[in-house]
Every structure is written in structure tokens, then in C-alpha cells.
């Protein structure tokens, strides 16, 4: 069974902190990585995407990926109260034709004013 | 551009009902995912298709069916509901190829 792991949480960060994510996968072919974040009673929505080691840049956003220790995370700089939601890390299925994707069962971030 | 759309947006069924859940997507895409997400947790993969007449099981698929008989249209059908049914459902639509998905706005459903 893939598996994508997470802290539930809640990360408590003050407003202006730096909020760090963390993720890791247990599928070793994965390409693809996804962060995408949840509102309470809303539906996930795409914040960040990456598919090369390193890191990448986005506004307040940076993802940041490791293949070798199969780890993904998640900063936001400049935390405002604003993204306080759960943050789901999202693998795509290394299996070839069967585009899945596999979720974590998220992070919920507090920022608090 | 409406997206996904889903409905309806909430239902309560009686244990053994059936019922369909609706999904359909203006956007062209291949790809389409039916999706759960109990209090608390991630989204568990019940069912998925990569093209009209294709479609394959997720992580869940025990106690739903689906088709898929145009690009458009993706619908879930619960059989004989059960308690552990009770979950907020989502439709996801993609590109595919690594792409990122489109979510509907869910559809919340309580079995009692």
C-alpha cells in the first residue's frame, strides 16, 4: 500500500512566521507533488506543484523536494491569519497509465493574529 | 467556466437506499476521480476513469459503482447504503500527466 505520511497537527504559527510542512511518500518512482489546501467545508484547492529536486518559489510559497529521502515540504513566509486551513501533501502513483494520486491526511496550519 | 460540478450538496439516506451522486465537468478532461474524506482524515481514492468506457478501482471501492459513458459525466451510485458510507464525497477532474486536479464543492452524505 502507497502511503503519504503527514503530522496532523495543528502547527501553530504567530502571524509574520515562517509555517513549514513536512511530507513524506513511500512511493520511491513518484514524479510528481502536489500541495494543495483545504478550507474547512470547502474542497482542496492547488497551491504548489514540483517535480524536480530542489526548491520552488511561488509568492509567499516555497516547496522544497527531496527524492532521495522521498520528502516533500511546504513554507509560508509572512504567515497570515488568512491561511489557517488544512494543508494536504498529494504523491501522483508512479504506476504507469493509471494517473492516481495519493493524499495525506493533512496538516492543519493555525495562524494566529 | 463552471468546472466540476457536483451534486446534490447534501443528502441523508436510510441504511439499504441507493442513490447516485452527480459529477460532471465543462473542461474537457480525460480524467476523473470519485473521491471520500472522513473527519479528520485525507481523500481515499474510491473509483477513477481515464477516458469515456474506462474505468478502474481506487483504494475504497467496496459499496459503490460507477460508468462513464461520456468525457463529461462521472457518476458514483451507492447500491445499499451503510452508516460507514457517511463521508463528504469529491469529484476531481484532471488533465492527467501529472496535472493537477479540479475538485467539485462535494457532496456531504450522512447514512442513518
Known amino acids: 500500500q502507497k502511503e503519504v505520511e503527514q503530522n496532523s497537527g495543528p502547527l501553530s504559527v504567530p502571524e509574520g512566521a515562517i509555517a513549514s510542512l513536512n511530507c513524506t511518500y513511500s512511493d520511491r518512482g513518484s514524479q510528481s507533488f502536489f500541495w494543495y489546501r483545504q478550507y474547512s467545508g470547502k474542497s482542496p484547492e492547488l497551491i504548489m506543484f514540483?517535480?524536480?529536486?530542489g526548491d520552488k518559489e511561488d509568492g509567499r510559497f516555497t516547496a522544497q523536494l527531496n527524492k532521495a529521502s522521498q520528502y516533500v515540504s511546504l513554507l509560508i513566509r509572512d504567515s497570515q491569519p488568512s491561511d489557517s486551513a488544512t494543508y494536504l501533501c498529494a504523491v501522483k502513483d508512479s504506476e504507469e497509465r493509471t494517473y492516481k494520486y495519493i493524499f495525506g491526511t493533512g496538516t492543519r496550519l493555525k495562524v494566529l493574529a | 467556466n463552471a468546472g466540476v460540478t457536483q451534486t446534490p450538496k447534501f443528502r441523508i439516506l436510510k441504511i439499504g437506499q441507493s442513490m447516485t451522486l452527480q459529477c460532471t465537468q465543462d473542461m474537457n478532461h480525460n480524467y476523473m476521480y470519485w473521491y471520500r474524506q472522513d473527519p479528520g482524515m485525507g481523500l481515499k481514492l474510491i473509483y477513477y476513469?481515464?477516458?469515456?468506457?474506462?474505468?478502474d478501482k481506487g483504494e475504497v471501492p467496496n459499496g459503490y459503482n460507477v460508468s462513464r459513458s461520456t468525457t463529461e459525466d462521472f457518476p458514483l451510485r451507492l447500491e445499499l447504503a451503510a452508516p460507514s458510507q457517511t463521508s463528504v464525497y469529491f469529484c476531481a477532474s484532471s488533465t492527467g500527466q501529472g496535472g493537477k486536479l479540479f475538485f467539485g464543492s462535494g457532496t456531504q452524505l450522512s447514512v442513518l
Open positions: 514540483i517535480y524536480s529536486n
Open positions: 476513469s481515464v477516458g469515456a468506457g474506462i474505468t
